[in-house]
Protein backbone atom coordinates (compact mmCIF):
# COMPACT_ATOMS: atom_id res chain seq x y z
CA UNK A 1 0.00 0.00 0.00
CA UNK A 2 1.43 3.18 -1.22
CA UNK A 3 0.91 5.97 1.54
CA UNK A 4 0.19 9.55 0.60
CA UNK A 5 2.34 12.41 2.20
CA UNK A 6 0.32 13.97 5.09
CA UNK A 7 0.36 17.55 3.38
CA UNK A 8 -1.79 15.89 0.71
CA UNK A 9 -5.50 16.03 1.23
CA UNK A 10 -8.32 14.37 -0.55
CA UNK A 11 -9.29 17.14 -1.97
CA UNK A 12 -5.97 18.77 -2.27
CA UNK A 13 -4.41 15.65 -4.25
CA UNK A 14 -7.49 15.71 -6.86
CA UNK A 15 -6.62 19.35 -7.59
CA UNK A 16 -3.05 18.65 -8.03
CA UNK A 17 -4.11 15.90 -10.12
CA UNK A 18 -6.16 18.11 -11.75
CA UNK A 19 -3.60 20.68 -12.70
CA UNK A 20 -1.74 18.21 -13.86
CA UNK A 21 -3.51 16.94 -16.48
CA UNK A 22 -4.17 20.80 -17.51
CA UNK A 23 -0.71 21.02 -18.25
CA UNK A 24 0.04 18.11 -20.41
CA UNK A 25 -2.94 19.51 -22.61
CA UNK A 26 -1.16 22.81 -23.29
CA UNK A 27 1.45 21.69 -25.96
CA UNK A 28 -1.76 20.27 -27.81
CA UNK A 29 -3.66 23.05 -27.52
CA UNK A 30 -0.40 25.41 -28.71
CA UNK A 31 -0.72 23.48 -32.24
CA UNK A 32 -4.03 23.32 -32.47
CA UNK A 33 -3.91 27.12 -32.18
CA UNK A 34 -1.31 27.52 -34.62
CA UNK A 35 -2.67 25.28 -37.21
CA UNK A 36 -5.91 27.64 -37.16
CA UNK A 37 -3.82 31.13 -37.93
CA UNK A 38 -1.92 29.19 -40.64
CA UNK A 39 -5.09 28.39 -42.23
CA UNK A 40 -7.03 31.82 -41.60
CA UNK A 41 -3.77 33.56 -43.36
CA UNK A 42 -4.36 31.55 -46.92
CA UNK A 43 -8.21 31.81 -46.70
CA UNK A 44 -10.36 35.11 -47.72
CA UNK A 45 -9.98 37.63 -50.72
CA UNK A 46 -7.03 37.50 -52.41
CA UNK A 47 -4.51 40.28 -52.30
CA UNK A 48 -4.69 43.11 -54.85
CA UNK A 49 -2.63 45.65 -56.12
CA UNK A 50 -4.04 49.14 -56.47
CA UNK A 51 -4.23 50.22 -59.96
CA UNK A 52 -2.25 53.18 -60.86
CA UNK A 53 -4.31 56.24 -62.02
CA UNK A 54 -3.26 59.10 -64.32
CA UNK A 55 -3.29 61.41 -61.29
CA UNK A 56 -1.01 59.60 -59.03
CA UNK A 57 2.84 60.64 -59.11
CA UNK A 58 5.11 60.60 -62.09
CA UNK A 59 3.91 59.75 -65.72
CA UNK A 60 6.42 56.91 -66.77
CA UNK A 61 4.99 55.93 -70.26
CA UNK A 62 6.49 58.36 -72.21
CA UNK A 63 8.90 57.10 -75.59
CA UNK A 64 9.81 60.80 -75.80
CA UNK A 65 13.45 60.58 -77.09
CA UNK A 66 14.47 64.09 -77.75
CA UNK A 67 16.51 66.54 -76.13
CA UNK A 68 16.21 66.02 -72.01
CA UNK A 69 14.74 68.98 -70.15
CA UNK A 70 16.70 72.19 -69.66
CA UNK A 71 15.70 72.91 -66.33
CA UNK A 72 13.59 71.40 -63.37
CA UNK A 73 10.71 73.78 -63.63
CA UNK A 74 11.06 72.10 -67.81
CA UNK A 75 10.86 68.58 -66.11
CA UNK A 76 8.22 69.35 -64.03
CA UNK A 77 5.91 70.97 -67.08
CA UNK A 78 6.82 67.66 -69.44
CA UNK A 79 5.82 65.20 -66.70
CA UNK A 80 2.59 67.05 -65.24
CA UNK A 81 1.06 68.19 -68.05
CA UNK A 82 3.11 67.33 -71.35
CA UNK A 83 2.81 63.77 -70.97
CA UNK A 84 -1.13 63.78 -70.18
CA UNK A 85 -1.62 66.06 -73.12
CA UNK A 86 0.14 64.76 -75.73
CA UNK A 87 -1.75 61.75 -76.57
CA UNK A 88 -3.66 61.56 -80.11
CA UNK A 89 -6.83 61.36 -78.34
CA UNK A 90 -6.39 64.77 -76.72
CA UNK A 91 -4.21 67.79 -77.82
CA UNK A 92 -1.28 65.59 -79.34
CA UNK A 93 -4.09 64.96 -82.46
CA UNK A 94 -2.96 68.70 -83.82
CA UNK A 95 -0.95 70.89 -81.33
CA UNK A 96 2.71 68.81 -82.84
CA UNK A 97 5.74 69.83 -84.75
CA UNK A 98 4.05 70.11 -88.18
CA UNK A 99 0.63 70.52 -86.91
CA UNK A 100 -1.25 73.51 -85.84
CA UNK A 101 -0.15 76.10 -83.31
CA UNK A 102 0.48 76.52 -80.40
CA UNK A 103 2.30 73.19 -80.76
CA UNK A 104 2.75 72.95 -76.79
CA UNK A 105 2.92 69.30 -77.22
CA UNK A 106 5.07 68.51 -80.02
CA UNK A 107 7.04 65.47 -79.31
CA UNK A 108 10.25 66.67 -81.06
CA UNK A 109 12.11 68.83 -78.34
CA UNK A 110 10.33 69.21 -74.75
CA UNK A 111 12.22 72.48 -74.39
CA UNK A 112 10.51 73.70 -77.43
CA UNK A 113 6.53 72.86 -76.20
CA UNK A 114 7.46 74.31 -73.26
CA UNK A 115 8.53 77.53 -74.54
CA UNK A 116 5.21 77.84 -76.47
CA UNK A 117 2.96 76.64 -73.57
CA UNK A 118 4.04 78.92 -71.22
CA UNK A 119 2.04 82.20 -72.62
CA UNK A 120 -0.95 79.58 -72.25
CA UNK A 121 -0.60 79.21 -68.50
CA UNK A 122 -0.91 80.95 -65.40
CA UNK A 123 0.99 79.40 -62.57
CA UNK A 124 -0.56 81.12 -60.29
CA UNK A 125 -3.99 81.00 -60.92
CA UNK A 126 -4.46 77.74 -63.26
CA UNK A 127 -7.91 77.86 -63.65
CA UNK A 128 -7.70 81.07 -66.09
CA UNK A 129 -4.99 79.17 -68.12
CA UNK A 130 -5.75 79.60 -71.68
CA UNK A 131 -5.16 75.83 -71.85
CA UNK A 132 -8.50 75.17 -69.45
CA UNK A 133 -11.02 77.76 -70.71
CA UNK A 134 -10.10 76.92 -74.48
CA UNK A 135 -11.18 73.09 -73.50
CA UNK A 136 -13.76 74.79 -71.26
CA UNK A 137 -15.22 76.43 -74.15
CA UNK A 138 -15.92 72.94 -75.86
CA UNK A 139 -12.53 72.33 -77.94
CA UNK A 140 -11.44 68.95 -78.31
CA UNK A 141 -13.04 67.51 -74.91
CA UNK A 142 -11.67 64.46 -74.66
CA UNK A 143 -14.34 63.67 -71.04
CA UNK A 144 -17.70 63.70 -70.86
CA UNK A 145 -18.45 67.11 -70.60
CA UNK A 146 -16.34 70.03 -71.08
CA UNK A 147 -16.10 71.04 -67.17
CA UNK A 148 -14.76 68.05 -66.54
CA UNK A 149 -11.55 68.20 -69.21
CA UNK A 150 -11.06 71.78 -67.63
CA UNK A 151 -10.73 70.76 -64.23
CA UNK A 152 -9.02 67.86 -65.05
CA UNK A 153 -6.43 70.14 -67.01
CA UNK A 154 -6.55 72.68 -63.79
CA UNK A 155 -5.17 69.86 -62.15
CA UNK A 156 -2.47 69.35 -64.54
CA UNK A 157 -1.15 72.63 -64.29
CA UNK A 158 -1.59 72.96 -60.31
CA UNK A 159 0.68 70.22 -60.01
CA UNK A 160 3.15 71.95 -61.94
CA UNK A 161 2.68 75.01 -60.52
CA UNK A 162 3.60 73.05 -57.29
CA UNK A 163 6.74 71.17 -58.04
CA UNK A 164 8.18 74.88 -59.75
CA UNK A 165 8.00 76.67 -56.27
CA UNK A 166 8.96 73.50 -53.95
CA UNK A 167 5.98 74.17 -51.69
CA UNK A 168 2.62 75.16 -51.17
CA UNK A 169 0.66 77.81 -53.42
CA UNK A 170 -0.99 80.94 -52.60
CA UNK A 171 -4.63 80.75 -54.25
CA UNK A 172 -5.32 83.88 -55.58
CA UNK A 173 -9.03 85.43 -55.45
CA UNK A 174 -10.31 87.70 -57.97
CA UNK A 175 -13.16 89.54 -57.38
CA UNK A 176 -15.77 89.49 -60.78
CA UNK A 177 -16.33 91.98 -63.27
CA UNK A 178 -19.52 94.23 -62.74
CA UNK A 179 -21.20 94.76 -65.01
CA UNK A 180 -23.27 98.03 -65.29
CA UNK A 181 -27.14 97.47 -65.67
CA UNK A 182 -28.24 98.06 -69.58
CA UNK A 183 -24.74 98.18 -71.07
CA UNK A 184 -24.48 94.72 -72.41
CA UNK A 185 -25.64 94.38 -75.82
CA UNK A 186 -26.99 90.96 -77.09
CA UNK A 187 -27.13 88.38 -80.19
CA UNK A 188 -29.59 89.20 -82.64
CA UNK A 189 -31.96 86.09 -82.48
CA UNK A 190 -31.23 83.16 -84.99
CA UNK A 191 -33.87 84.35 -87.45
CA UNK A 192 -32.14 88.09 -87.53
CA UNK A 193 -28.47 87.15 -88.02
CA UNK A 194 -28.26 89.01 -91.56
CA UNK A 195 -25.34 90.79 -90.50
CA UNK A 196 -23.43 88.24 -89.54
CA UNK A 197 -24.24 86.05 -92.63
CA UNK A 198 -22.69 89.25 -94.44
CA UNK A 199 -19.68 90.46 -92.30
CA UNK A 200 -18.09 87.83 -90.43
CA UNK A 201 -19.50 84.37 -91.65
CA UNK A 202 -17.95 84.61 -94.88
CA UNK A 203 -14.22 85.15 -93.56
CA UNK A 204 -15.06 82.09 -91.18
CA UNK A 205 -15.76 80.13 -94.35
CA UNK A 206 -13.09 80.97 -96.16
CA UNK A 207 -10.26 80.69 -93.57
CA UNK A 208 -11.12 78.35 -91.00
CA UNK A 209 -14.25 75.75 -92.96
CA UNK A 210 -10.89 73.60 -93.20
CA UNK A 211 -11.07 72.61 -89.13
CA UNK A 212 -13.88 73.93 -87.61
CA UNK A 213 -16.82 72.47 -89.23
CA UNK A 214 -18.90 69.57 -89.21
CA UNK A 215 -18.01 68.53 -92.42
CA UNK A 216 -14.43 68.91 -92.40
CA UNK A 217 -11.68 66.00 -92.49
CA UNK A 218 -10.62 66.74 -89.09
CA UNK A 219 -14.05 68.50 -87.41
CA UNK A 220 -12.66 70.69 -84.72
CA UNK A 221 -15.25 72.37 -82.70
CA UNK A 222 -16.84 75.41 -82.44
CA UNK A 223 -18.37 74.65 -85.80
CA UNK A 224 -18.35 78.74 -86.64
CA UNK A 225 -17.24 78.45 -90.22
CA UNK A 226 -19.61 75.46 -90.76
CA UNK A 227 -21.38 75.74 -94.40
CA UNK A 228 -24.84 75.85 -92.31
CA UNK A 229 -25.33 79.77 -91.14
CA UNK A 230 -27.41 78.88 -88.48
CA UNK A 231 -25.06 77.02 -86.99
CA UNK A 232 -22.35 78.36 -87.75
CA UNK A 233 -23.78 81.41 -85.82
CA UNK A 234 -25.17 79.57 -83.00
CA UNK A 235 -21.36 77.97 -82.49
CA UNK A 236 -19.36 82.00 -82.80
CA UNK A 237 -21.38 83.38 -80.33
CA UNK A 238 -19.37 82.41 -77.31
CA UNK A 239 -16.09 83.82 -79.03
CA UNK A 240 -17.69 87.19 -80.06
CA UNK A 241 -17.60 89.99 -77.37
CA UNK A 242 -20.20 92.93 -78.71
CA UNK A 243 -19.10 95.10 -75.75
CA UNK A 244 -15.35 95.40 -76.76
CA UNK A 245 -14.66 93.42 -80.68
CA UNK A 246 -11.08 93.87 -79.83
CA UNK A 247 -10.97 90.80 -76.83
CA UNK A 248 -13.08 88.57 -79.10
CA UNK A 249 -11.83 85.02 -78.74
CA UNK A 250 -11.80 85.22 -82.62
CA UNK A 251 -9.56 88.20 -82.26
CA UNK A 252 -7.23 86.98 -79.62
CA UNK A 253 -6.42 83.71 -81.33
CA UNK A 254 -5.36 85.04 -84.21
CA UNK A 255 -3.84 88.07 -82.93
CA UNK A 256 -1.69 86.83 -79.92
CA UNK A 257 -1.92 82.76 -80.54
CA UNK A 258 -0.77 83.15 -83.98
CA UNK A 259 -3.95 80.72 -85.10
CA UNK A 260 -3.84 79.99 -88.71
CA UNK A 261 -3.16 83.49 -89.71
Known amino acids: MQLKPAWITERGGADIMNIMKVKRLF ?57 RLRTSSRC ?18 INLAYAVANPLIDLDNPASSRLVTKVGGGHNCWLSNDAACATAITSYIEAWAEGSTGGARTIQLVAP ?29 ANCA ?23 YTAVQSKINLNDPAL ?14
Not at 190 to 198: H, I, L, P, S
Not at 212 to 227: G, L
Open 27 to 83: PMLALLLFAAILQGCGGGASTETNPVTESSGNVNSSSYTGPAAQTDDIRSFQVNVWE
Open 92 to 109: GACHVEGGQNPQFVRGDD
Open 177 to 205: LVKVPGATRTFPSDENATDFENTVWPILT
Open 210 to 232: TCHASTAATPQQPYFASDDVAEA
Open 248 to 261: SRLVLRLRDEFHNC
